[in-house]
Nanobody, 125 residues
Framework: QVELVESGGGSVQAGGSLRLSCAFSGTIVNYNYMGWFRQAPGKEREGVAAIYIGAGYTRYADSVKGRFTISQDNIKNTMTLQMNSLKPEDTAMYYC??????????????????WGQGTQVTVSS
């Protein structure tokens, strides 16, 4: 059984920072990317950041470039998202996911098969 569990969400003021973590267990088969996605009320789920397993290649949404950093620890089976200079528009439920992506954007949530339950991030102005 595959399990992805997010933690680290919370409420901060604009300009603040949060660090999200994703712990994954079980046997995840046929995946080459892990990523962070978010969904605000009334909006579609969107990709925030993704990392290619092993090689460490990363991809970011334009809206978070320079502010967010994704990283992964294969030994500890964890993935993190460091979020700095947070803005009110970053408010959303954040999910970690694992999937197999070839010939497509690693920020496309449809490419990801395994998902966590999400952690809420709220940024106030």
């Amino acid at each position: 059984q595959v399990e992805l569990v997010e933690s680290g969400g919370g409420s901060v003021q604009a300009g603040g920072s949060l660090r999200l973590s994703c712990a994954f267990s079980g046997t995840i088969v046929n995946y080459n990317y892990m990523g962070w996605f978010r969904q605000a009320p009334g909006k579609e789920r969107e990709g925030v950041a993704a990392i290619y397993i092993g090689a460490g290649y990363t991809r970011y949404a334009d809206s978070v470039k320079g502010r967010f950093t994704i990283s992964q620890d294969n030994i500890k089976n964890t993935m993190t998202l460091q979020m700095n200079s947070l803005k009110p528009e970053d408010t959303a439920m954040y999910y970690c996911a694992a999937g197999y992506v070839v010939g497509a954007s690693p920020l496309d949530p449809l490419r990801f098969r395994y998902w966590g339950q999400g952690t809420q991030v709220t940024v106030s102005s």
